[in-house]
């Protein structure tokens, strides 16, 4: 069965740090792209961050560059998401996701919530 698990989500004040963590399973993980996506409530679900099936290539959006890191560790079958000096703008339900060319899988999702 097909599972990516999100966890680390919570409550941080604004220039706070949290790391994301999705652990996948059911699935061959080192075949798959990972991605960070996030959904602000009344916004669409916005890519944030990829990492390539080996961990070589990186990408992140304007708005996190800089602030945000994606890492995955093959071997444990997991995702991270480091995000540091956080914003209210960056409040939003976080999604973990796998995608190579035949397949996209999805998790739940974990809440970030960035307020004083």
């Known amino acids: 069965q097909v599972q990516l698990v999100e966890s680390g989500g919570g409550l941080v004040q604004p220039g706070g740090s949290l790391r994301l963590s999705c652990a996948a399973a059911?699935?061959?993980?080192?075949?798959?792209?990972m991605n960070w996506y996030r959904q602000a409530p009344g916004k669409e679900r916005e890519l944030v961050a990829f990492?390539?099936?080996?961990?070589?290539?990186?990408n992140y959006s304007d708005s996190v560059k800089g602030r945000f890191f994606i890492s995955r560790d093959n071997a444990k079958k997991m995702v991270y998401l480091q995000m540091n000096n956080l914003k209210p703008e960056d409040t939003a339900v976080y999604y973990c996701?796998?995608?190579?060319?035949?397949?996209?899988?999805w998790g739940q999702g974990t809440q970030v919530t960035v307020s004083s």
């Open positions: 059911g699935f061959i993980f080192n075949q798959y792209d």
């Open positions: 990492i390539e099936n080996v961990g070589r290539r990186k």
């Open positions: 996701n796998a995608r190579n060319a035949w397949h996209e899988h």
